[in-house]
């Protein structure tokens, strides 16, 4: 695996502590050669800023909004999309969002797909995904 691709809404939207710690295992899997994404069903527009942040500052190295790219998820070709965002096959990406029609469209589209209901247990599986070490 050499792709994280992470929902916004439901996911990366969580209070200050939680954006810190998923900060901080974005930085730990960048140090590890993997490629970040974030793929949202938002529409784009102003409202999007929040979003658009995380790529701005170098968190990730893409943000794909739905309305700006023209496909939402669970289609095929947003998952497509964020994998040609990240320069990688959908095959070496990991798919992670609270929706669960969404990550098993991504599972049938080729990715590995987690279900997220909170960081702590989505942070185990990230980790022995990735093989990062670290405290999250």
Not at 16 to 45: C, H, M
Not at 57 to 69: F, M
Request: hydrophobic share 45%.
């Amino acid at each position: 695996m050499r792709g994280l691709i992470v929902d916004y809404v439901g996911v990366l939207d969580g209070d200050e502590e939680e954006q810190r710690r998923w900060r901080a295992l974005f930085s730990a899997a960048r140090e590890i050669g993997v490629s970040l994404a974030i793929l949202s069903n938002d529409p784009g527009g102003p409202d999007a800023e929040p979003i658009r942040e995380w790529e701005f500052r170098g968190i990730v190295d893409a943000v794909l909004l739905s309305g700006e790219i023209g496909a939402d998820k669970p289609s095929r070709e947003a998952f497509q999309a964020a994998a040609d965002a990240l320069d990688l096959p959908m095959r070496d990406c990991v798919f992670v969002d609270d929706s669960i029609v969404n990550v098993r469209a991504a599972v049938e589209n080729g990715l590995i797909g987690i279900m997220y209901q909170n960081f702590d247990r989505a942070v185990v599986e990230i980790t022995n995904l990735f093989d990062i070490d670290g405290e999250f």
